[in-house]
């Protein structure tokens, strides 16, 4: 069964590091870009990170420097890990999969969601 699932989500200071992971189901792992989005309260949903099949990445603006995205070709997972948490990274945050995420394209596959919120 096609499916992305998230885990790692919670409550976290701001300044603490957090780290999500995305578990894949190997046709989709293999086979797409893998990424994380998110969504704040009341915002448009925006690309956090994106990796290829190759490892290639990419980055919000607003995370460079601070969140790095990986990917486990054995365990068929992708993991984000958060640092310098700051209030405005609160949101639902999402894996992704699809072909053509690194030129723009709209993911194929979704997970459920997870969500971190950071404190003051």
């Known amino acids: 069964q096609d499916q992305l699932v998230e885990s790692g989500g919670g409550l976290v200071q701001a300044g603490r590091s957090l780290r999500l992971s995305c578990a894949a189901s190997?046709?989709?792992?293999?086979?797409?870009?893998m990424a994380w989005y998110r969504q704040a309260p009341g915002k448009q949903r925006e690309v956090v990170a994106r990796?290829?099949?190759?490892?290639?990445?990419d980055y919000g603006d607003s995370v460079k420097g601070r969140f790095t995205i990986s990917r486990d070709h054995a365990k068929n997972t992708v993991d984000l890990q958060m640092n310098s948490l700051k209030l405005e990274d609160t949101a639902t945050y999402y894996c992704a999969a699809g072909p053509l995420l690194l030129s723009g394209g709209r993911p194929r596959y979704w997970g459920q969601g997870t969500e971190v919120t950071v404190s003051s």
């Open positions: 190997g046709s989709i792992f293999n086979s797409n870009t």
């Open positions: 990796i290829s099949i190759r490892d290639s990445t």
